[in-house]
């Protein structure tokens, strides 16, 4: 079982698919850790908790928390800033913002209430330090972490 996880993590290190890049590295880690293997272990899971983290996959991040712990390493809190740091409810109304859609085009996207949208665009312009849509979509483009959708007419 630890040659086909090392042999995952080599292929997917050349690879475009860093989600499944991390969840190989955990993995590989956990089966490191339950081999004993401490330096190595922790090696693939801090590793795969960046790669997770870069990801927003949450899950991810949590698995390799545990694992690291399960070591005796405790590792730091997610961002509190940044694209990272986005909700899934944060991270679906700034994408809907930057295709030009207004609060209430959103609210109906989402079928949520337009005092939402408006509580999430405030949490994210925090988070991002920004203070308008337009450098919404240049502070995510530019960490490259969200795509910026083109808006289609329904």
């Not at 209430?113 to 330090?129: G, I, M, N, S």
Request: charged share 25%; proline share 2%; glycine share 6%.
């Amino acid at each position: 079982m630890l040659q086909r996880l090392r042999e995952s993590v080599t292929v997917l290190e050349s690879s475009p698919a860093q989600l499944e890049r991390a969840r190989s590295q955990i993995a590989y880690g956990a089966a490191l850790r339950r081999a004993h293997a401490r330096g190595e272990a922790e090696d693939q899971l801090r590793h795969g908790l960046d790669l997770a983290a870069r990801c927003c996959a949450q899950p991810l991040v949590t698995q390799a928390r545990h694992e690291l712990l399960a070591l005796g390493i405790r590792t730091r809190r997610t961002a509190v800033s940044g694209p990272a740091s986005l909700t899934g409810g944060e991270r679906r109304v700034a994408l809907l913002a930057i295709e030009g859609r207004t609060n209430r085009e959103i609210a109906q996207a989402l079928f949520v209430t337009t005092r939402d949208v408006e509580q999430h665009l405030t949490k994210t312009y925090r988070k991002l330090h920004i203070t308008s849509r337009h450098a919404l979509r240049e502070a995510l483009a530019a960490d490259g972490s969200l795509t910026a959708v083109r808006r289609t007419d329904d």
